[in-house]
């Protein structure tokens, strides 16, 4: 397959609230795309924006997003760019709004259509679906959630392709969503563009595993790979694109001239990335079989991707909840040679019996030594004697207990002056107490979500 | 002869909750039955040892010469409750790329 006059390109644009400033940048000026879709909420976002919306109702959303669309939309608009992104968080309607009005101040009043998606939020219906019987229980423990009903800090269903679909035939150039399926920002383009039916499970399920690819942006173009990594020009990369043709077939590829690499290898390892049971990938919009698809190297960074097999959707939709769990903090000691771990070692133990001497518990204290096996553990074998330095690293948690956390902040600041030699790297100061944010997944019968769609001339 | 499976496939993990996944691909279609006979569930368990504290489970997926493993209870309780520096799972790829397995001696022409 050639990127042919019916072929339609997605690109992906950002992986993560975080990812690369420049990348969607990059997407629209290094070469032609139809569609620039970016992912921004990661499970914890949604309770980082609940918080932002609690203290200011105008936030609660992912605010990079404003200033991106007034770099690229002139361009956007001028070559039929069409922007989808879940950049609304918890308030898509204040995103919508500021976009409309970042539209008008570079000159696109009248000609910038902004849709928004809403109904994705349940957190001010909550009480209402558990009086009628929806348990909302943790599909990993069973629990219910009255369990931490106090504690909740967001709730949100993930939508599927409808409202996105119905969006784009209104004729939005920028979709806004809230707590989307993160396939969807590429499936619900393609479905449109294609018209496909919403009981085509084969093609929807080739979207899915095109929105996959997609979803965490570089990770599919060389970013992360294990395979040549020294070869690849990462200060420039250019993020996958997906030539989506209407029989489902797809090319994944990125700009020529743009760094990173599309390589059935690099493609392979973003398929297998986060992955459950392979043969059940659900999605709202249908159950997707990843041992159906087949890849193909047609050419230089481009992976044909063929076969993809799916079924129904379930009558159900997941939902995640977030949650205040407590507090943690982690302190951190940097121990020179000679004899670094060695010293690292024993201010770990100083510290222990300090916490111990005035009564501090917590419900787990974890030590690390970073250059000496944090990451592997055991599996790293035995540490090398003349290490140059470690980092001594101790987290410490609460469930409710913030006090204790902080004071565990001040005891390791005592290390500084009052332990073992060559104790340095504090430059930071003392560390900062989190609270932390536990995360719920439930389900929700697709019939108590009602999405709505509004679109709107800036 | 005997081959760490760095020299004959590569990895990528993540996270899902306290689970980690690990999906670990043949560098060449040749070596992805090896992988399947070798590198099992029980083995897996053995090597996260102190790690993985709950079950071990496997899927195939000779489509694209891959495996994919699920390791429960293996983060320290997950995403942003753990206090491990690889909460997320990240480096289970690379440490599992660590193994040392039986390669037949036939197929070792192959490893570049």
Redesign the interface.
């Given at each position: 397959m050639s990127a042919g006059a019916t072929s339609v390109r997605i690109a992906s644009g950002q992986g993560f609230w975080g990812d690369w400033l420049e990348a969607p940048v990059r997407q629209v000026e290094a070469g032609p795309i139809d569609y620039l879709v970016m992912d921004y909420l990661a499970?914890?976002t949604m309770s980082i924006l609940q918080k932002q919306r609690n203290r200011n109702p105008s936030q609660g959303y992912a605010r990079d997003f404003v200033p991106l669309m007034g770099r690229i939309l002139p361009t956007c608009i001028e070559r039929g760019i069409r922007v989808i992104a879940n950049a609304g968080g918890v308030n898509p309607l204040a995103c919508a709004e500021s976009v409309r009005e970042l539209a008008r101040q570079v000159g696109l009043a009248g000609r910038a259509r902004i849709g928004v998606i809403t109904g994705d939020d349940l957190m001010e219906r909550l009480d209402d679906l558990l009086a009628e019987g929806i348990e909302l229980r943790n599909m990993?423990t069973d629990e219910p959630l009255e369990s931490v009903r106090e504690l909740i800090q967001s709730a949100n269903a993930y939508i599927g392709a409808a409202p996105m679909i119905e969006a784009l035939r209104q004729g939005a150039d920028v979709v806004v969503a809230g707590r989307t399926t993160d396939t969807a920002l590429t499936y619900a383009p393609m479905m449109f563009e294609h018209g496909w039916a919403a009981d085509d499970w084969d093609k929807i399920a080739a979207g899915v595993v095109a929105g996959h690819i997609n979803e965490c942006g570089a990770?599919a173009t060389g970013g992360?790979?294990?395979?040549d990594w020294e070869s690849i020009d990462y200060s420039d990369i250019g993020y996958p694109i997906i030539e989506s043709r209407a029989d489902g077939e797809f090319v994944v590829t990125k700009h020529d001239g743009l760094g990173g690499r599309v390589t059935v290898?690099t493609v392979?390892?973003?398929?297998?990335?986060?992955?459950?049971?392979?043969?059940e990938y659900i999605t709202p919009d249908c159950v997707a079989d990843?041992?159906?698809?087949?890849?193909e190297q047609e050419g230089e960074d481009r992976v044909r991707v063929f076969?993809a097999g799916g079924g129904p959707a379930t009558d159900m939709l997941k939902v995640s909840i977030s949650y205040r769990?407590g507090y943690?903090t982690?302190g951190r000691m940097v121990y020179s040679w000679p004899d670094a771990y060695a010293k690292a070692q024993a201010a770990d133990r100083t510290i222990r019996a300090r916490l111990d001497r005035v009564g501090l518990r917590f419900d787990?204290i974890?030590t690390?030594h970073?250059g000496a096996g944090?990451?592997?553990?055991?599996?790293a074998g035995a540490v090398p004697r003349d290490l140059p330095e470690v980092e001594l690293?101790i987290?410490?948690?609460h469930s409710t207990n913030r006090h204790a956390v902080e004071r565990f902040a001040r005891e390791i600041a005592s290390l500084i002056l009052a332990g073992p030699p060559t104790a340095t790297g504090f430059g930071g100061g003392r560390p900062r107490v989190q609270e932390?944010?536990?995360?719920w997944?439930a389900l929700i019968p697709k019939t108590h979500v009602h999405p709505e769609v509004q679109v709107e001339v800036a | 002869m005997r081959v760490k499976l760095l020299q004959i496939a590569?990895?990528?993990?993540?996270?899902?909750?306290?689970t980690a996944?690990i999906?670990l691909?043949a560098?060449r279609p040749e070596f992805y039955p090896i992988l399947v006979k070798e590198v099992t569930c029980e083995r897996v368990k053995e090597?996260?040892?102190?790690?993985c504290k709950g079950p071990v489970e496997c899927?195939?997926?000779?489509?694209?010469?891959?495996l994919?493993f699920?390791l429960h209870s293996s983060l320290?309780?997950?995403?942003?409750?753990s206090?491990?520096?690889?909460a997320q799972a990240?480096?289970f790829?690379?440490?599992l790329?660590?193994m040392e397995i039986e390669l037949p001696d036939d197929l070792a022409g192959l490893i570049d």
């Amino acid at each position: 397959m050639s990127a042919g006059a019916t072929s339609v390109r997605i690109a992906s644009g950002q992986g993560f609230w975080g990812d690369w400033l420049e990348a969607p940048v990059r997407q629209v000026e290094a070469g032609p795309i139809d569609y620039l879709v970016m992912d921004y909420l990661a499970e914890v976002t949604m309770s980082i924006l609940q918080k932002q919306r609690n203290r200011n109702p105008s936030q609660g959303y992912a605010r990079d997003f404003v200033p991106l669309m007034g770099r690229i939309l002139p361009t956007c608009i001028e070559r039929g760019i069409r922007v989808i992104a879940n950049a609304g968080g918890v308030n898509p309607l204040a995103c919508a709004e500021s976009v409309r009005e970042l539209a008008r101040q570079v000159g696109l009043a009248g000609r910038a259509r902004i849709g928004v998606i809403t109904g994705d939020d349940l957190m001010e219906r909550l009480d209402d679906l558990l009086a009628e019987g929806i348990e909302l229980r943790n599909m990993d423990t069973d629990e219910p959630l009255e369990s931490v009903r106090e504690l909740i800090q967001s709730a949100n269903a993930y939508i599927g392709a409808a409202p996105m679909i119905e969006a784009l035939r209104q004729g939005a150039d920028v979709v806004v969503a809230g707590r989307t399926t993160d396939t969807a920002l590429t499936y619900a383009p393609m479905m449109f563009e294609h018209g496909w039916a919403a009981d085509d499970w084969d093609k929807i399920a080739a979207g899915v595993v095109a929105g996959h690819i997609n979803e965490c942006g570089a990770q599919a173009t060389g970013g992360n790979t294990g395979v040549d990594w020294e070869s690849i020009d990462y200060s420039d990369i250019g993020y996958p694109i997906i030539e989506s043709r209407a029989d489902g077939e797809f090319v994944v590829t990125k700009h020529d001239g743009l760094g990173g690499r599309v390589t059935v290898a690099t493609v392979t390892e973003q398929l297998v990335y986060e992955m459950g049971d392979p043969s059940e990938y659900i999605t709202p919009d249908c159950v997707a079989d990843f041992r159906t698809i087949q890849l193909e190297q047609e050419g230089e960074d481009r992976v044909r991707v063929f076969g993809a097999g799916g079924g129904p959707a379930t009558d159900m939709l997941k939902v995640s909840i977030s949650y205040r769990a407590g507090y943690k903090t982690t302190g951190r000691m940097v121990y020179s040679w000679p004899d670094a771990y060695a010293k690292a070692q024993a201010a770990d133990r100083t510290i222990r019996a300090r916490l111990d001497r005035v009564g501090l518990r917590f419900d787990e204290i974890y030590t690390e030594h970073l250059g000496a096996g944090a990451c592997h553990g055991p599996l790293a074998g035995a540490v090398p004697r003349d290490l140059p330095e470690v980092e001594l690293r101790i987290g410490v948690r609460h469930s409710t207990n913030r006090h204790a956390v902080e004071r565990f902040a001040r005891e390791i600041a005592s290390l500084i002056l009052a332990g073992p030699p060559t104790a340095t790297g504090f430059g930071g100061g003392r560390p900062r107490v989190q609270e932390m944010v536990a995360y719920w997944p439930a389900l929700i019968p697709k019939t108590h979500v009602h999405p709505e769609v509004q679109v709107e001339v800036a | 002869m005997r081959v760490k499976l760095l020299q004959i496939a590569h990895a990528r993990s993540g996270d899902k909750g306290d689970t980690a996944n690990i999906g670990l691909i043949a560098l060449r279609p040749e070596f992805y039955p090896i992988l399947v006979k070798e590198v099992t569930c029980e083995r897996v368990k053995e090597h996260f040892k102190g790690i993985c504290k709950g079950p071990v489970e496997c899927f195939e997926l000779p489509n694209l010469n891959a495996l994919n493993f699920l390791l429960h209870s293996s983060l320290g309780g997950g995403g942003t409750l753990s206090l491990r520096t690889d909460a997320q799972a990240k480096t289970f790829g690379a440490a599992l790329l660590r193994m040392e397995i039986e390669l037949p001696d036939d197929l070792a022409g192959l490893i570049d």
